[in-house]
């Protein structure tokens, strides 16, 4: 168990819908960091986010957006979904400010299956 | 970031030391060494890192080559458990997200 929590674990769908993904840090982690896996693409970084503030975004279309709350839990809301949105994502936490170490710790992921 | 080049799949009998190379010849000065495993569809575990010397720590061990280009993931007593895919990640200390290659798939063999 890395500490790091997500919700749901599965999420089933239409095509054209919004989802909004949700995740909660270990304690006293600053940093959160979405992934994309979907067996064609592989793992892919998608957004990160330190204390609140946007840090520095992959490959993370215009369809979907993150945010990090006060209380440091981060939501992925992914709109206007697509058969090819249907993946597992990933969400990660770290201690330090970006950059300063990628020790990351990985949430067990939500799985999206548009239809 | 620089590349890395991992063999697709490797098998290492239980109770042995599963040994996984990784080739980053086009590393820089500043770049770090890391490794994750991902145990089928669960969240990618963070293994070891390490910039130029060799580390220890309670999962494995890392062996960096003085030239820094290649390193080795040292498993020292293989489990079924250890059946995964891993990866080799070289990163810089300021960037941000990993990018994952597709890694070595690790079969341990009872």
């Known amino acids: 168990d890395s500490g790091v929590t997500q919700t749901p674990k599965h999420l089933i769908t239409a095509t054209g819908q919004r989802v909004t993904l949700r995740c909660s840090p270990r304690?006293?982690?600053?940093?959160v960091y979405w992934y994309q896996q979907s067996l064609d693409q592989g793992l892919q970084f998608l957004i990160h986010?330190?204390?609140?503030?946007?840090?520095a975004k992959g490959n993370i279309l215009e369809r979907f957006s993150a945010q990090q709350f006060p209380d440091l839990h981060s939501e992925l809301n992914l709109s206007s979904l697509e058969l090819g949105d249907s993946a597992l994502y990933f969400c990660?936490?770290?201690?330090?400010?970006?950059?300063?170490?990628?020790?990351?710790?990985f949430g067990p992921g939500t799985r999206l299956t548009v239809l | 970031d620089a590349k890395t080049t991992q063999p697709t799949s490797m098998d290492c009998a239980e109770g042995r030391a599963a040994n996984l190379p990784c080739n980053h010849s086009?590393?820089?000065?500043?770049?770090?060494v890391y490794w994750y495993r991902q145990i089928h569809s669960q969240g990618p575990q963070y293994i070891i890192h390490?910039?130029?010397n060799n580390e220890t720590n309670e999962m494995a061990s890392l062996i960096i080559t003085e030239d820094r280009k290649s390193s080795t993931l040292i498993l020292p007593h293989a489990t079924l458990r250890d059946t995964a895919v891993y990866y080799c990640?070289?990163?810089?200390?300021?960037?941000?997200?990993?990018?994952f290659g597709k890694g070595t798939h690790l079969i341990i063999q009872p």
């Open positions: 986010y330190y204390n609140g503030e946007e840090r």
């Open positions: 990640i070289v990163i810089r200390g300021g960037a941000d997200g990993l990018t």
């Open positions: 304690s006293g982690d600053l940093s």
């Open positions: 390490g910039l130029k």
């Open positions: 086009t590393i820089s000065g500043n770049e770090y």
């Open positions: 990660a936490s770290s201690v330090a400010p970006a950059g300063k170490h990628n020790e990351q710790f």
